[in-house]
């Protein structure tokens, strides 16, 4: 277990420097940073003299290891477009992004698994082909199309819900929530449906067919065998097999959660990063990009790393080291 | 054999064979399988089943534009469908679209294909450091949605490439964003495949004959690793229309003056509050039919692939 | 009865319970992207900030100059002007406005970083006479010296000092600029908050000079930029926000249709037009070599009666534009109606075309922005195929004006046919027949757009096309000098005639300014389209 | 035992290495885990011989055959062919012309056969990729004789594999092996997994190829009735390690080692003769951590101090080689 | 003699396909007398072990039983309603699968999964049932039984997994048990014990035991009376002694001829040539007629029943007058 969590450390750090090359890359070599920093009237020696000063000069190693020992201190340097430090502004759209993914992921969990569960246990009813029709109409539908046809409907035809935006939000220091208002909570129904159907559906069909596949097995044939009751069978065993594998699939679909916001929080005009990220691409705000791809990145470590221990923790196989060799 | 004879048998071996008999049970497949061929022919012939040629300028006149489908008020039977906002003719439009949407999905699922096949193939049969490097990228890049390295790709590319270049570019960066993000799951399905088929008995006896690595690869894994691919490159269609969909939506994809579906859905939707329902109404149920419909086809595929779900006792 | 009477009363409660707050939420497409009111010379951001700052003269809803932090002004000699300055006005954080703060700003405005160095262009010093006066002298007569400066707010020398703001340049290190998100003006409105990209809150400035005047009854002003034109609209809608700008034109109907808000249409003063290059010997992005066909009259004309101005009108803009013979609109002083438009005539156009010996066509790449004028990606694509129809191909090039403008703008100038509007902030002729016809090179002579030294162009500064004709540069010099306002009206039809005879562009229309408002706001649309807070009422 | 060796093995090691990665073993302060699936094995074949290994599973007597036919580098020890050294770093550039002559069957008929071939490229591969026949047509000619040869017809070519029974398609492989033209055939538990009516078919077929061909076998099982049946001379495998090798008659009639005689205990008693044996206790330890001495003392009645800590060679014991100190001693056999 | 434990009558399996209903089981009728050990033998797809699952009523669809009964004590079980056949199952038939690999569920301890059947199907509490899965791992002879109890199926060899499913399917006293090819998976020297434990458990218990096995040599060792099949159909029944030293089925002497012995010196085996037919081309009349060398013209005509022989029945014309029709 701790040789795992190391070797995970370790490989995230990997994971993390290659990322932090290509944010650094991306910085240094697509557009020419100083003339996206200074205005048009900018001399060519004031522009010498900032290139200097930035250390644009230096070897790239160096330069390369300054953006990590920056990044690592959370210094990730100043929006072009904006012109306020990167950090800042992503501490400000971070609460956002990251209430709407929650509330999106915990959507698609909690409606995902029963349908998958349901629809595999008793494949022949009709729920069952309602739920895989709606599974198959939301892998089909663009996101963008249902956020639209979601504001035309319940935004405007019918006013109920508003159409942008994260409501009234408190401030509770570091973190803003809209979670605690009940316009809060009405701001966030629309564009949690629209990130949340998506992968509803595939938890729904992950769950579903790993669980049909769990269910052919010898070990469920011979729990029915024992007579074990179909409570007993479906989801003391079935269902907690099938959640081994779920749990990986699922945590990676989180993790792309919080990048598929970008189209969420671009049609419901939702303040957060996702939204920043897509104006920076737009302003060519190189250090935003990076900065965005370098936290994107160290989400997917944690989860992943969260996922690899959750799964040691399901999983006695892996837990335990082998005390006796299979004959 | 005579040419027909031979024929003869491959359509008998064919209407024999287990796949078809479970296609043409499912209604529901075959269904989606005529409504795919119907837009993908559509789509191939467009030029000449349509009467107009959206992507030629000259023959747009703007005043025709905002015309209506024909049955409603103010419809014009020449434009059957009714005209987008520079007077394209919506079904030319869509059939000319849904050409560049196939075409950007063919081609970037061929790529993220060959792509990961071959990674797949090597690292499955190599297997060892480069099998370890292989899939660690692979585990790195699956956690990027292909929305956001496409994205990223497409961004970087608007950056280095000439400017008066791009739109003639756009497809080609398109198709290697989408296709560049796509292979992952080529390639770790094969290089599944692959660790199981190499140890199969035969690919042992081929080694036994002397047959070079390389040789066994491509003739005896190969094959036999081509069914899940065949099932991810069809879901992966669906995917990658979609990303070029979404890429267009977001201003990032083809120009509008060569519209794709998506291109046609973010011009609409301008018009959707305005009462100008069909630019964005049209494209996207023909987007939605086609996803479905390629989607209908992946699943019965990987049903039909998985031996697992083939019931019956005489093997 | 009675209980519907009753239910009324209490309807009308409810509605005025929410109203007592005289909240004004209102959107924009974009943000304003500093609250440095020096940093950025963009029409929402000093709209916005002209909220918090004032300069020491304003503009009303009609555009005509009111004295502001100046009370009144005298020319005192031909190259010096005197301010008097408004006493007992107080800074948002209780600091005085002295002549001091005056100074500081002219050197904060004309320092490095700043966006706004044209707002003094031509000052040669400032003199404090005392703490309520300033002379400014010019290196020449200059009439309309003050005509922008509606723009140029004042700022507190002490509090700019104190937060280590004396120069609006951006930190290179890992800093943020006090600045970016703090204001301090004298202005009608505080501002509160400010989340970049996410919204700003204001409150009304209980101190302000002209509280005794005012015409607004808010207590506080939520701003929310909404970049899409959907979300933004069915945010307006749905009443989320009170008032919000712009609508997409196709919108308008709708908004107007729908009986809780309604449409605000005016014209606005920006003029939109074509560049066509003129100076480069051989055309960018063609596959003609060798020559230039721009650089014949007769395919600038061509180019021009290809162009159905009227479809235009009617399918893209929804009528809500205003075709245009001149690069100036109504309300800009030197607009005549004497100038009229060439006619749509494609045959003629062709035949243009070959005696220019082009009669195949050519090819062209067209540059456009899509994010900055109202539909201008679909005007851009309706003219590429109004020239398809005579044969000039273009490949249209529409990006975010984020890169449009750095592709264009000197010092690239890296276009050569491009869709552009403009909008004089002196309101005055000489403005565009300064900035967009003069010949821009380096001193009398030389090359135009000069390799190396663009960036350093002054005269033509917008003149992407290198249209040069010393006459009309001979009479832009007079124009700027002429105090006589008669003799100046002439010059300025002269020049006009000049250029409009040249084709030096092709003048396409000044669009409508939109402005979408809930039922119960009353607005003063401006047609500069600055939004200023002061002239709403929120019932 | 007819003629000169034509297969010689001598001192053969396989390890497999199947350690925790390195980080594990550091942080856990586990050691590396070697499975020593063969260590130390030597014999030789005679042409026109079958040889039989047999064993339990994972006592290592696939892995010889695999060593053998070059699907496996061996760790250490020579494997020689007509006296060629044809495995590790020392053979020499003939190896492939040698290599041809030895062909395999494999145990499962469902995977030995690529399903996606038809039978006849299946059965030609090994005379396509060696060059064996000049022209298309004399491969197929070829191939439709061998395809007689092993009971199938000619037509049965054009099929696939998945329209065979499996003692159909273990005739197909048998029939690709001799499509090599080998002289050595390494028959890895050829009958294992087909039904014993199937069994006896394809037991018979390979006897009578052999008398035709002049064949050598290698013939690996765990069956001790099949060996007994179609061998001559045999070797038992316990741990990576032969413990007794014996002409079949030998073995079978007078087996010495402790553990033979176990397994011949097991072989049920079809004739029903009502014998009731004591099943010998334990299992076989994992061949990570074999036991010390010899691999076989937990699990012996027989064993003593000796057995525990000093590994038994090979040894000669009246007409059989027995590797055990009992016998050596005399305390037993 | 009392009456027979489990009687089966006439049982037909069908499989529907699309190549037409598919008949796996066909017409098999025997019985188990209480204490008794019947061997079930034959070659695979023979339909032995689908006879097993079809009496404990764990037939995967689309398979079922078409005609037929099933009694258990006297009482009819087949049909049942899914409640009262799952407290059957374990209670009163115990099941015993060919791989101890996949029996078991990975993610539980032994215990957990004993005790969990004791709690389904006895009224014990907790501790109890603990105190029974103790008492029971060791009678398997699972050694160190306290310790062993909580750990996970892969900390086990094969050979002692299988000890564990044994236990499992004893765990309730069940009356019958069903052992489906439960040696196939070891290693002779394991096959041994596992018979021998087998045949003591069930011979203290008092149950009857149905064993399906492939394995004359298993069948030899444990079974009291055996039953061969062939294409769905019993060939013979008879006890154990009778059938396999004088077999009266051409099929069961062929297969007995067949099987390779030490000590038997013969160039050649007695083949049968041929296989066993698919399920979809069984030849009509007597199955085994087309590679019977003793066939008569009836045999391919007429279906023989089983008929009595000795201690034997038997289904083959050679020992019946040919039925009188014919031309």
Known sequence: ?327 | MTAIARLRRTIARVRDHDLWHDFTASRITVAAAAVTLAIVLAALFAPWITPQNPFDPAELDLLDAFTPPVWAEGGDWRFVLGTDDQGRDLYSAMLHGARISLLVGFASVLLAAAIGVTLGLVAGYSGGAVDATIMRIADIQISFPAILIALLIDGVARGVLPRDRHDELALYVLVFAIGASGWVQFARTVRGSTLVEKNREYVQAARVIGVRPAAIVLRHVLPNAMGPVLVIATIGLAVAILTEATLSFLGVGVPPTQPSLGTLIDIGQDFLFSGEWWIVVFPGVLLAALILAVNLLGDWLRDAFNPKLRKGVAR | MRTKLTLAALALALAATPADAKELRFAFQGDADSMDPYTLNETFTLGFLGNVYEGLIRRGPDLSIEPALAVRWQIVAPDRWRFHLRRGVKFHEGEDFTADDVLFSADRVRAKGSDLTTRLAGVKEIVKIDDHTVEFVTEAPNPILHVEWGSWGMMSKSWAEKHNAATPEAMADDQEKYTTRHANGTGPFRLVSREAGIKAVAVPNPHWWDNANKEHNLTKITFTPIASDATRVAALLSGQVDMAYPIPVQDIGRIDRNPGTRMLVGPELRTIFLGMDQFRDELLYSDVKGRNPFKDRRVREAVYRAIDIEAIRRKVMRDLSNPSAMMVGPGINGFSADFKRLSHDPEWAKELLAAAGYGKGFEVGMDCPNDRYVNDEAICQAVVSMLARIGIRVKLNAQPKAKFFPKILAPRVDTSFHLLGWTPGSFDSWNPLYNLHGCPRLGGAGPIWPEGARDRISQGKVNLGGYCNPKVDALAARILSETDKAERDRLIKEAWSMTISDIAYIPLHQQALAWGVREGVTVAQRPDNQFAWRHVRVK | MAGDPLVEVDGLVRYFDVSPPLLNRAVEGAGRRIVRAVDGVGFSIARGETFALVGESGCGKSTVARTIVGLHAPTAGAIRYRGTEIAGRSAGADVAALRQRMQMIFQDPYASLNPRWRVRDIVGEPIRHNSLLPDRASVAARVAELLVRVGLSPVDGEKYPHEFSGGQRQRISIARALAGEPEFVVCDEPTSALDVSVQAQILNLMKELQRALGLTYLFISHDLAVVYHISSRVAVMYLGRICELADTETLFGRPRHPYTRMLLDTIPDLEMGGRDREPVAGEVPSPINPPSGCAFHPRCPYADARCRTERPELKPAGGASVACHAVEEGRLG | MSAPLLEVEDLRVEFPTRRGTLVAVDGVSFSIARGEVLGMVGESGAGKSLTGNAVIGLLEPPGRIAAGTVRLAGERIDGLPHEAIRRIRGRRIGAIFQDPLTSLNPLYTVGEQIVETVLTHLDVGARAARRRALELLGEVGIPAAAERIDHYPHQFSGGMRQRVVIALALCAEPELIIADEPTTALDVSIQAQIIRLLRRLSAERGASVLLITHDMGVIAETADRVAVMYAGRIAEIGPVRDVLKAPLHPYTRGLMDAIPAVGRDVDSLAQIDGAMPRLHEIPAGCAFHPRCPSAVAACGRDRPDLAPSGATEVACWLYRPEPAHGR
């Open chain 1, 1 to 327: 277990m701790i040789a795992l969590v190391i070797r995970r450390l370790l490989q995230s750090i990997v994971v993390m420097l290659a990322v932090a090359l290509i944010g650094f890359t991306l910085f240094r070599y697509v557009g020419d940073p100083v003339a996206q920093m200074v205005g048009q009237e900018t001399s060519l020696q004031e522009r010498a003299e900032l290139r200097e000063r930035l250390g644009l000069n230096d070897a790239v190693a160096v330069q390369f290891g300054r953006y990590v020992g920056d990044i690592a201190r959370g210094r990730f340097g100043i929006s072009y477009a904006i012109d306020r430090p990167v950090a800042d502004l992503i501490a400000e759209r971070l609460p956002a992004t990251l209430e709407l993914s929650f509330v999106a992921a915990l959507f698609a969990l909690i409606a995902g698994i029963p349908m998958g569960v349901y629809t595999a246990l008793h494949p022949t009813r009709l729920l069952t082909r309602v739920f895989l029709t709606i599974s198959l109409i939301g892998i089909s539908l663009p996101t963008f199309f249902i956020g639209i046809l979601l504001i035309l409907v319940f935004g405007v035809w019918l006013g109920l819900l508003p159409t942008f935006g994260r409501g009234a939000v408190v401030d509770l220091g570091l973190w803003t929530t809209g979670l605690l208002t009940a316009s809060g909570w009405k701001s966030i129904l629309m564009p949690a449906f629209t990130l949340g159907m998506f992968q509803l559906t595939l938890i729904m069909r992950l769950v579903r067919s790993e669980m049909l596949e769990v269910l052919r097995t010898d070990y469920i044939k011979f729990a029915r065998a024992r007579g074990l009751t179909d409570r007993a069978v479906n989801f003391g065993h079935a269902l907690k097999n099938t959640l081994v594998p779920v749990i990986t699939i699922t945590g990676l679909q989180l993790g792309s959660i919080i990048a598929f916001a970008i189209i969420t929080e671009t049609v419901f005009q939702w303040p957060g990063m996702g939204l920043l990220f897509l104006q920076a691409i737009q302003f060519a705000d190189i250090p935003v990009m990076a900065s965005y791809l370098v936290l994107i990145a160290l989400f997917f470590v944690v989860i992943n790393l969260a996922v690899d221990i959750l799964y040691h923790v399901v999983d006695p196989r892996l837990r335990i080291d082998r005390g006796v060799e299979a004959g």
